[in-house]
């Protein structure tokens, strides 16, 4: 179950007076029924399905009242710590609605957690989210919680978070698949929830483009449980889902290497989460060509080597050599799952493409080390013993082309620093690392030049600068303002070639580490003498 820590105004919450509220527009029963479940375990509130319901809606009433339109309280929201009673109960005069929308947050997820934790007669998420009437929607005061992540500026943490989670659990009990954890008898229509659920998927995915450890924190609770979800795993998938876990995935299994370009890591226990995710995504490979064909296009095998060899906590491993085991046997379905007919003619990816890319990035060493270590969890040890097998059968089979293929790429990191880093600019693939530091560029600042001498590598930067991808973005800010710094009139060619104005652009992104790299690097095209100012 994903935790959702004390509202840092938690203390008020006893102090709250609902008829002074005139903003909130209460009616006299949704106060009293306010009032009642602040006075009975939350067990007695939800007993009665018509009671739950009443409740649930009143406290989205709450929200949608408190958090307005206009972004995220002035005060509340920008708060990062546990206040004291007294300090909070400040906080209560000088901004009521923040504390409010914490408060309707924090009894929305008491409501979730405890319908979904606790089965009773009658009473469930889906008898108390989705209307009684024969067509069985989801119910409209749904909508406050989508809005809420949404807030402008910074956002309110807290609130988006919790918020997210809520959402998340209230759309699975609208999807067929999730159908036995809820009330059968009652007809729920999966319709009213797919344009919910793809917006509530799009937001975490927006937050995943960010390479900041407070996003992650932000979503992968969320995420975790959605992915229990099959109709979820697929619309996440669909968005991008699976490039953007393992490109977490290999940052964070960098851990405090990671050079003075970026700024923060996942920690264990986001690692776990995403790898979680990830593992859980390779169970629709079996049913879908197109998912099959992410994992192989977006690396994903690379990133859980990678995480492997970083050597991380034992949970870690474990979902690690789960999600490589499901892809090393993976078994595409007839072609009557193709999309198309087109499909026929390209080329397959199945589990010999994953057991090649894995021969490729040096698994077979790190099982056989791995299997000669004293596990405690069976489940590493069966998986172990699982892909020992089919990674050494493969290698037999493999023919001399496919095996000259997995050398090439084993052989990848023997390629010069700058073929790499071409190699790297001309798929837009970048992410942080030896390849965007100062002595690199101070070492290869003549090779921008490029064969013809027209910059090319140049040029593809300040295109990358307008990626969908923020850390994209961020590297190719930091690439060009090293550029400038160590080529010979950098400064000039910068300009010539629309640089500065493009980047300039950037300096306001709302994300803050993209907007301090684009600001360096048009410092860097404004300043003659960088190293004597910095």
Known sequence: MAFLPP????????GIQWDPMQKLRLTSPEKLLLRSA?????????????????????????????????????KVSRLKEALAEEDALVML??????????????????????????????VSLGTTFYNDDVDGNLIDEWRPLLRVLHLGGGGDAFAQRGAAYCLAF?????????????????????????????????????????TASSSLSLVTPTLTALMTCPEARILFADSGGIGYLSRHLRTGSRGNKRPVGGTGTATVQQLYELCFCLWTLT???????????????????QSLVDLLSSAPREKVIRVALSALRTLAS?????????????????????????????????????????????????DIVDDLTVLHKLLHENYKEMSRWDVYLALLHENYKEMSRWDVYLAKVQSGNLEWGILHTEKFFRENAKRFEGPNGDFSVVKILIALTASNDEEVQSIACYDIGEFVRHYPNGRAIARSLGAKDIVLK???HSNEELSRHALTAVSKMMVQNWAAVH
């Open 38 to 74: 602040e006075a009975n375990p939350i067990d007695y509130t939800l007993s009665d399905p018509d009671q739950s319901t009443a409740y649930v809606k009143a406290l989205l009433k709450v929200l949608a009242e408190a958090s307005g339109a206009s972004g995220p309280s002035s």
């Open 93 to 122: 005069y000088t901004d009521p609605m923040g504390v409010v929308t914490h408060y309707a947050i924090t009894k929305l997820y008491e409501v979730v957690t405890c319908l979904k934790e606790k089965r009773r007669s009658g």
């Open 7 to 14: 509202s840092p105004v938690a203390l008020a919450f006893p």
């Open 283 to 301: 169970y629709e490979c079996n049913t879908s060509a197109s998912i099959r064909a992410t994992f192989a296009r977006d690396n994903a095998v």
């Open 170 to 210: 209230i759309l699975m009990a609208g999807c067929p698949s999730q159908r036995f954890s809820t009330d059968r008898s009652r007809k729920i229509n999966h319709a009213s929830v797919e344009e919910p659920l793809a917006a509530l998927i799009s937001w975490i995915t927006s937050q995943l483009q960010s």
């Open 506 to 508: 950037l300096v306001d």
């Open 330 to 378: 993976c078994t595409p379905a007839s072609c009557s799952h193709l999309s198309s007919l087109s499909d026929l003619y390209k080329k397959e990816i199945s589990s010999s493409t994953f057991l090649n890319e894995m021969i490729g990035c040096g698994l077979i060493k790190y099982i056989d080390q791995m299997k000669e270590r004293q596990w405690t969890d069976p």
